[in-house]
Nanobody, 122 residues
Framework: QVQVVESGGGLVQAGGSLRLSCTTS????????MAWFRQSPGKEREEVSC????????YYADSVKGRFTISRDNAKNTLYLQMNSLKPEDTAMYYC???????????????WGQGTRVVVSS
């Protein structure tokens, strides 16, 4: 059974930074592209960023390009999202997920954690 645990969210002022982490179990981490999604009330889930299994290819949504950096440590089965220059519109619950067939962006596996909440105050 795939398990995902996100951490690192919190309350931060606009312009601040946070680093999210995600650990997984129950899958071979370095076989999968990994992605960060976010969802805020009343909005659809959005794929924010993803990274292929090798770490050599990444994707960013236009809304976060230049501010967020995704990375992974395959030895630690851990995915990261460094978020800088945060804006109030970045406020959301953030989730990580493995992507099917190492596609990035792609289709997430239906295995979600509890998420980690990010709140950016203006």
């Amino acid at each position: 059974q795939v398990q995902v645990v996100e951490s690192g969210g919190g309350l931060v002022q606009a312009g601040g930074s946070l680093r999210l982490s995600c650990t997984t179990s129950g899958l071979t981490f370095d076989d999968y592209a990994m992605a960060w999604f976010r969802q805020s009330p009343g909005k659809e889930r959005e794929e924010v960023s993803c990274i292929k299994s090798s770490g050599r290819s990444t994707y960013y949504a236009d809304s976060v390009k230049g501010r967020f950096t995704i990375s992974r440590d395959n030895a630690k089965n851990t995915l990261y999202l460094q978020m800088n220059s945060l804006k109030p519109e970045d406020t959301a619950m953030y989730y990580c997920a493995a992507e099917v067939y190492d596609y990035c962006p792609g289709t997430p596996l239906d295995a979600w954690g509890q998420g980690t909440r990010v709140v950016v105050s203006s």
